[in-house]
């Protein structure tokens, strides 16, 4: 599993590169406003289908088969790097809530 996340950063590159500006533009806004993680997470929700739906018409068409003859599935193509931001997502507004609670 860590080899198919691993080359999740270098097919989801374009996936990551969108997300993380909203990840660390939301994790600062955790920091100082923690009222307004509820609404964070909510739009996050509603970016990350956006997020797909840019990658998948956007990329190159080809590029897909190469990741497909490396053993990643179609699935895991689409899935992988969106279920990474996700998990890196929650624990920064965690961490960022946290200390936002423990510095307010």
Do not use: H, Q
């Not at 989801?12 to 009222?35: C, D, E, H, K, M």
């Not at 307004?36 to 956006?50: D, Q, R, W």
């Not at 997020?51 to 080809?62: A, E, H, V």
């Amino acid at each position: 599993m860590l080899d198919k996340v691993r080359l999740s950063f270098r097919f989801g590159r374009a996936i990551y590169a969108i997300s993380l500006p909203l990840t660390l533009s939301a994790a600062a806004v955790a920091l100082f406003s923690t009222g307004v993680i509820p609404t964070l997470l909510l739009l996050k929700a509603f970016s990350v289908p956006v997020i797909l739906y840019l990658f998948t018409t956007l990329g190159k068409k080809d590029e897909i088969y190469f990741w497909l003859n490396m053993g990643i599935s179609r699935k895991e193509y689409y899935l992988t790097p969106v279920v990474v931001d996700l998990l890196v997502f929650i624990v920064l507004i965690s961490v960022c809530g946290f200390l936002g609670n423990v510095i307010g």
